[in-house]
Every structure is written in structure tokens, then in C-alpha cells.
């Protein structure tokens, strides 16, 4: 067990719906990142934050969306699904700014139907 | 696109024998990590090694890093069942701001 918690474990949902995806960090971790882990693409990092504030973005859709809130759980709001979006969604956590030793949660798997 | 490229796409064993994995990646890095990922589950970080580093040994793990040629590789001494697994290198750029995930190894080990 890493110490994060994601929810929902699995998401069914029609395309065009939008929903959020919610993680806790490890205790006492003040990054979060948001990763997409898909059959074709494989693992990708969306983006980052850091005691709330954005840090870095990676390959993040605009109709994705993140932020932290101030006791550090962050949600992931995926907007106007596409069946393309069909993935794993993983967060993680570090303590620091700096992507080392980062540590998983369990995913939330998303289908898009 | 990938930063780290990893090598064999799957690997199948034994228990008992080694299990060697090799990354390669295209600039210059500010540390290499690897994950081991189960089945559809989450990754769990094994072993970072910096850029100034040659060689890290943790348990059954070795890691290797060759800055000159832009390769690592991961060493599974003794494998076992429990070891299946998806194996991921990830790299720090220098200059860079994310972890970047090359596409695995798929390792199974047979008893």
C-alpha cells in the first residue's frame, strides 16, 4: 500500500459526460501528479502540483482540467469524453518539486462508452 | 513522445535465473528511475540512480547507468514468480519538469 487513495476504482460513462477523478496523497507529500496509462500510448504525465499551485504540464488536453485544494487532495476533471480517453488514470505523490521516488495509487480506471 | 526506450518488450524466465532489462533514452538526464508495475495496478518506485552515478544496488536489483552512451540497465539477480511484472524506466531531463515513462518490459518468470 503507497499511502494514496484514488476514487472511484472504475468509471463507466457515456461519451460527452464529464466527470472527476479524486486522489489523496501519501501523508505529508506536497506534489501530486496526474498520469494517463493507455494501451497505445502508454504512460503519459498530464501535469503537476505542488502545495496548490501548478507546476508543470505535460501532453494535457484542454478539456482536462486539475487542482489541488489546501489539505492537498486533488481532483482531475475530464470534460466532453471521447472514447479515445478510455485509460488507467494514475496519481501520485513525492514530497518535494523535484519527480523523484514518487509514489502510486491504485488508478481509476475510465471507460468511455 | 517516450523518453526512455526499454529492451527486450518482454522477457521470460525462469525462476532462478537473472533477468536483465536495458533502457536507453535520448538527452541528457538528471536521474533514471524504475517502476515495476503488477497487472493493471499501480507503480511501484524501485531504485533512482543520478546522472553522476555509475552504479546502485538494491536487494536483488542492480541498475546500471552509462551517461555516454544514454543507457541503463536494471538487473534481477535470482528471479522469482513474485517478480512478474511490467518493468518502466523514467527519466528526469536536466533542465526538464516531468517524469518521462519509456513503454516497458513485460517480465514473466515461471517456477
Known amino acids: 500500500d503507497s499511502g494514496v487513495t484514488q476514487t472511484p476504482k472504475h468509471l463507466i460513462t457515456a461519451t460527452g459526460q464529464r466527470v472527476t477523478l479524486r486522489c489523496s496523497p501519501r501523508?505529508?507529500?506536497?506534489?501530486v501528479y496526474w498520469y494517463q496509462q493507455s494501451l497505445d500510448q502508454g504512460l503519459q504525465f498530464l501535469i503537476q502540483?505542488?502545495?496548490?499551485?501548478?507546476?508543470a504540464k505535460g501532453n494535457i488536453l484542454e478539456r482536462f482540467s486539475a487542482q489541488q485544494f489546501p489539505d492537498l487532495h486533488s481532483e482531475l476533471n475530464l470534460s466532453s469524453l471521447e472514447l479515445g480517453d478510455s485509460a488507467l488514470y494514475f496519481c501520485?505523490?513525492?514530497?518535494?518539486?523535484?519527480?523523484?521516488?514518487?509514489?502510486f495509487g491504485p488508478g481509476t480506471r475510465l471507460t468511455v462508452l | 513522445s517516450q523518453q526512455g526506450e526499454e529492451d527486450p518488450q518482454a522477457l521470460s524466465i525462469q525462476e532462478g535465473e537473472n533477468a536483465t532489462m536495458n533502457c536507453s533514452y535520448k538527452?541528457?538526464?538528471?536521474?533514471l528511475q524504475w517502476y515495476r508495475q503488477n497487472s493493471g495496478r499501480g507503480l511501484v518506485h524501485l531504485i533512482l540512480?543520478?546522472?553522476?552515478?555509475r552504479e546502485k544496488h538494491s536487494g536483488r536489483l542492480r541498475v546500471t547507468l552509462d551517461t555516454s552512451k544514454k543507457s541503463s540497465s536494471l538487473l534481477i539477480t535470482a528471479s522469482r514468480a513474485a517478480d512478474t511484472a511490467s518493468y518502466f524506466c523514467?527519466?528526469?531531463?536536466?533542465?526538464?519538469?516531468?517524469?518521462?515513462f519509456g513503454k516497458g518490459t513485460t517480465l514473466s518468470v515461471s517456477s
Open positions: 501520485a505523490s513525492s514530497e518535494g518539486l523535484d519527480h523523484n521516488e514518487q509514489f
Open positions: 501523508s505529508g507529500d506536497l506534489s
Open positions: 502540483y505542488y502545495n496548490g499551485e501548478e507546476r
Open positions: 538527452t541528457s538526464i538528471n536521474n
Open positions: 540512480i543520478r546522472s553522476n552515478e
Open positions: 523514467a527519466t528526469v531531463y536536466q533542465a526538464g519538469t516531468a517524469l518521462i
